[in-house]
Each structure stands twice: as structure tokens, then as C-alpha cells.
């Protein structure tokens, strides 16, 4: 596994890389540290081997041959893994990453009984979909992967937030009027936000490095709502909401 | 988004774009340019994404290039936060885009089932309150 112990360089776009803005490193610095270290349900290497596959799975000869099948159940075989997660870890994580939109409830809760649950699959999730994403940013910005963090050593909290509850989603989540103050942060005070940013308050921190990365890459969340506001970018907000849309499409995102 | 960002900013768009890529206009400067942007940012064809880069770049310059990488990377988050946890669309979103999701065929997508199409009232509530609708989304949604 291709790691680096020390945070100090990370994300360095000084050398060769004009027109990066400093808050986009910032934000890649902050949630390398927050991969890296003990979660809620899963420790840091857990969290760093879920980054790992992650990438593995671009390459991975069965997401494929699935990818491409008629049906995803309808095939088995073994994905090219290089971690010691457990299988349904390791099936979760590479699904997420090479064949979201044919995630199904009853695939989900056929891994419960498989060593995940909720909130450790909302925290599988959270780690993935934030790696997902800088290395999308890198891959856009023709630059090579960020070399994943070194572990950081503890042991999972186990918190579950006690207002989690059935919102319909497929996992337990924690509505904006329903926040403890523990998690005040956590949707910007606002008293109402979208279904997307609340999917996985099961694991505020999982919500955490939504916003923090979503602050950076694309709108500041105050921003996000007022149709009119571009967040200062280069961009007009038709401009990005383009792309926004482009790329859910070609992902057959209904959301 | 689109619809009603175009709108407060007086654009006049064609929302097919976002479905059929460059083969419609948009009605976006520089549309073409973004579009292939973000469909090469979903691929590994290192060539095409540098070569969708520059062209932004040129037309844009490098600050929206890096903007335009930003909110590519952005989204490749968001649609498996959604698909994977299986939300709902936003109650207010699915009856202001119930014409628009079936006349782009998004009902069709991985996830629609996780939400449930509105009724023939609230279509229509809908499709009256469209012209309003840059500024309805702005009160309804997160304060």
C-alpha cells in the first residue's frame, strides 16, 4: 500500500500547478488527517485499506465484468484486493466506487449479517466516496494521486448519535431540528438542508468531510441554495450547475 | 440547479444538455468546452482529460479550468452519497421537476425508486409555480 507518514507536503500544488486555490489543498490536508485516524466503528487502517480499495477497483477486473452484466447479482467472482478488510467490506467499497446506481436496500442489509452495519457501512462510505473525489480532483487536474496517509493510531469511539432515526433512507439519519449540540456544526445551523447532506449523519464526521470538501470543490453550503450565488468562483453558477448535471447524468444519479 | 440558476441569472437553457451532452446546445457560454470537461473527467483517458482541461482553460482560463475540475471531483461524491444511501429526492425538488424528469427521461435512473412520484395535484402545483420557481427555491430551501 502506497503510503506517506508525514502530512507535512501533502497536497502540494505550488510546484507547476498555477491557479489552484489555497482552499482546495487545505480542504484535501483535512480530510487526508480525518481518514486517517480512528473513526466511530472502524479503526485508521481500516479507514486508510477502504481508500485503498477504492483505488483498486479502477483496475479491478470482476467490477468490470459487472459493471457491464445485465444484472450485478448475476455474475460472482473475486474482486482484485489488496487488503485485509473483510470480503464484505471490500465488495461494499469497490461497488461504491465502479457501480453506485445499482446499490439496492436489499444489498445493503444482506451485508449486515457479514460483519457491517449502518454505521459501519455510513463510515465505509464517507472514507471512499471523500477519497473518490480529491482523486477525481487530481485526475481532472492531470496530477498524479495524492500517496495515501499513514494510519494514525486509536481506537473507534463507537458513537451513534442518539437522534439518528428512520428518515426513509436506506440507513438511520439525524434531522437538522434533531441535532444534539455535539453536533451543532454539523449542518451549518440551518434548519433545513438537503436529503444528500444529511444521508450519512449516522457518522457526523462522514458529514464533516462532505462539507468541508463540498466548500472547497464546488459551493459553501450557505451558497448552495441562493440559485444566484457563484461562492467568488470563475464560474457562473449556470456554468457549474452544467457540470453538476453532466456529471450526474452520465453517473444515472436520480438524485 | 441549472433551471433555476439559469434563471436568476436571465439565461435562457435547454435542460437536454445535462442528458444528451454536447449534441445540444445549451445556451451556456461555453458549454461545449465544460461538457467535455466533466465527461472526460468520469474517464482514466489521460490524453482526453488534459485535452478538455486546456480547452477550458483557453476559453475560461485556468482559474474556472480549476473550478470546473473542483466541481467534476465534487460530484463523483455526491451521486454515491445519494445512491448509496438510498434518499429520497427532496419532497419541494420532485414536484417542481416532475415535467422535467420525465421529459428528460431522469425517471429512469438508478435510485428513482427510492422516492415517490408526485400526484396529479402537486404536478401541476408544480408546473404553475415554474416561473417562480428561481425564487421559491431560494425561500424553501436551507436557510
Not at chain 1, 210 to 238: D, F, I, M
Request: a negative charge; glycine letters at 10%.
Amino acid at each position: 500500500m502506497n503510503v506517506v507518514g508525514s502530512e507535512a507536503m501533502a497536497f502540494d500544488y505550488t510546484n507547476g500547478t498555477a491557479g489552484i486555490r489555497g482552499d482546495i489543498p487545505a480542504a484535501h490536508r483535512d480530510v487526508w488527517r480525518m481518514v486517517a485516524g480512528p473513526g466511530n466503528w472502524w479503526g485508521g487502517a481500516d479507514r486508510i485499506a477502504f481508500a485503498q480499495e477504492s483505488r483498486n477497483a479502477r483496475s479491478c477486473e470482476f467490477c468490470a465484468e459487472r459493471k457491464a452484466a445485465l444484472s450485478p447479482l448475476s455474475i460472482t467472482g473475486q474482486h482484485n484486493a489488496s487488503t485485509n478488510l473483510p470480503d464484505a467490506a471490500v465488495d461494499a467499497v469497490h461497488r461504491i466506487t465502479t457501480d453506485p446506481s445499482r446499490l439496492t436496500r436489499d444489498w445493503l442489509e444482506s451485508t449486515y449479517d457479514h460483519g457491517l452495519s449502518d454505521a459501519r457501512y455510513v463510515e465505509l462510505l464517507g472514507v471512499v466516496v471523500a477519497v473518490i473525489s480529491i482523486d477525481a480532483f487530481h485526475r481532472a487536474m492531470g496530477l498524479p494521486l495524492e500517496p495515501l496517509p499513514a494510519a494514525q493510531p486509536g481506537s473507534p469511539a463507537g458513537y451513534r448519535p442518539a437522534a439518528a432515526k428512520d428518515s426513509g433512507a436506506w440507513v438511520p439519519t439525524v434531522a437538522p431540528e434533531d441535532v444534539a449540540e455535539s453536533e451543532a456544526d454539523l449542518y451549518g445551523g440551518m434548519s433545513r438542508t438537503g436529503n444528500v447532506i444529511s444521508a450519512m449523519s449516522l457518522v457526523p464526521d462522514s458529514v464533516r468531510m462532505l462539507t468541508r470538501l463540498s466548500g472547497a470543490h464546488y459551493l459553501k453550503v450557505k451558497n448552495v441554495a441562493n440559485p444566484a450565488a457563484n461562492g467568488g468562483r470563475a464560474l457562473s453558477r449556470p456554468q457549474i450547475e452544467l457540470i453538476a448535471g453532466r456529471v450526474s447524468s452520465l453517473s444515472d444519479c436520480f438524485y | 440547479m441549472l433551471r433555476v440558476s439559469s434563471q436568476s441569472n436571465e439565461e435562457d437553457v435547454n435542460l437536454a444538455s445535462i442528458v444528451e451532452g454536447t449534441a445540444r446546445d445549451s445556451g451556456i457560454d461555453a458549454d461545449k468546452a465544460l461538457i467535455e470537461f466533466a465527461e472526460a473527467g468520469l474517464g482514466d483517458d489521460g490524453d482526453a482529460i488534459d485535452a478538455a482541461r486546456n480547452t477550458v482553460a483557453e476559453q475560461l482560463g485556468e482559474d474556472a479550468m480549476v473550478d470546473a475540475a473542483g466541481v467534476i471531483a465534487n460530484f463523483q461524491r455526491m451521486v454515491r452519497i445519494a445512491d448509496g444511501t438510498g434518499i429520497a429526492l427532496d419532497d419541494a425538488v420532485m414536484m417542481l421537476t416532475a415535467d422535467i424528469r420525465e421529459d428528460l427521461g431522469i425517471n429512469a435512473y438508478g435510485g428513482a425508486e427510492n422516492s415517490t412520484e408526485v400526484g396529479t395535484g402537486k404536478r401541476i402545483i408544480g408546473r404553475l409555480m415554474t416561473p417562480f420557481v428561481s425564487r421559491l427555491i431560494s425561500r424553501i430551501a436551507p436557510r
